[in-house]
């Protein structure tokens, strides 16, 4: 069936996984896997600016998750935001994360938050809203499984807890998910997403 007439922003007519999604969603899964284990080294470097008032460092965390939106939004297939965010924790768990092996659970659920804000559009919708939504669950359940699940902060109040997954589920939507959309549209513009179902998204609406 031809996809000629669809909106633009909806996905193309067959939701089954190529050749060429697998190996550029490996592409960007290990690449961003690399930049985790990069931050993971460095973002200590930003602690000063948080020392006011510790959960605000959270405010940084959308670089752990910017593979689960961006992933998604180029590949446009079920199951590739946590494809993405799974590959590239595991890749910075075998590169060495101060984390250690719970990078793996955190990909998971970080990457489920995503891939369950693309499945509510039944991966039709890939415009800046949903992008952003995309970002903010990211951050919404990485956070919540910080401070409930790994409790990560047994010194943080109540307050604390719940201002550090407010932090994040904003970091979510900026980084992972407006920088994701960005970068999308631009990576588009160039013609590299030209074998991908998201080759137009740098003409199609952002609303």
Not at 29 to 40: P, Q, R
Not at 164 to 180: D, E, H, K, Q, W
Request: hydrophobic share 55%.
């Amino acid at each position: 069936m031809s996809t000629t007439n669809q909106p633009a922003g909806h996905k193309p007519a067959t939701s089954s996984w190529r050749v060429v999604d697998i190996v550029i969603a490996a592409v960007i899964a290990v690449s961003s896997g690399v930049i985790f284990w990069a931050w993971n080294s460095t973002h200590h470097l930003l602690d000063f600016l948080f020392l006011a008032f510790p959960p605000s460092a959270s405010l940084v965390s959308g670089m752990w998750l910017f593979p689960a939106v961006l992933g998604a939004l180029i590949i446009r297939k079920p199951g590739a935001a946590l494809f993405c965010e799974i590959v590239a924790a595991m890749v910075s768990a075998l590169m060495g994360s101060e984390f250690g092996l719970t990078v793996l659970a955190s990909g998971l659920i970080q990457g489920l938050g995503a891939e369950l804000v693309f499945a509510a559009f039944r991966y039709r919708k890939f415009n800046l809203p949903v992008a952003l939504l995309a970002g903010g669950a990211a951050g919404l359940f990485g956070s919540v499984n910080d401070t409930f699940i790994f409790r990560w902060f047994p010194e943080y109040t109540t307050g604390m807890l719940f201002s550090y997954i407010a932090f994040m589920t904003i970091s979510g939507i900026v980084i992972a998910g407006l920088l994701s959309f960005l970068a999308t549209r631009a990576l588009a513009k160039t013609g590299a997403l030209g074998a991908l179902a998201s080759r137009k998204a740098a003409a199609e609406a952002i609303l």
